[in-house]
């Protein structure tokens, strides 16, 4: 027997339609969060839950990660539009003003970027499963994850000066250093 496309019945055979992915469940979704958005703080259990409720459309993961993690309500006001079918705009928003913050709080988070690269380097070269007697294999990643002790903008600021590279989803390298001129004089 083919399965439905419309939905599919729960496992205690009450009846109940789980309803399938598609225009209707995005539109109920769409309906739900914005309910939500008058209580919506900046606190984390509250976008988590938001997170969930989001993760049930058929939008991306990681364009719902992304609003979450920076809890970017325009940026969220843009994923209810695309769940309701409405026009979005995709023209990219003028880049935001780059905040002024401390150079000792800038070198501080370098440094624990930096850190947290090596260790996650040598974690991933210290994998077992590998021969002893082999030297192990080089980490293959130039990006990570950066601290979480810091906002995103700092990190932003170190990329607006140069220092870091954002290479998206929320992940950011350090920059490919410049070629260096062997052989020439």
Known sequence: MAKSRKGKRNKKGSGHV????????DTAIANEVEAALPDLGDDGPAWGALQ?????????PADIATVVMRRDRAALAGLLKQLRGEAVDDTPPAPTPVADIDDAVLREAMKAFRKRLKLTK????SRLGRSPLSTGKDADFDSILPPHQYDTDVWDALVAKGELVNTGQGFYGLPAPPPTMRGKT
């Open 18 to 25: 789980v309803p399938a992915k598609g225009p209707t469940l």
């Open 122 to 125: 040598l974690d991933h070269e």
């Open 52 to 60: 969930k409720t989001l993760l049930k459309s058929t939008l991306t």
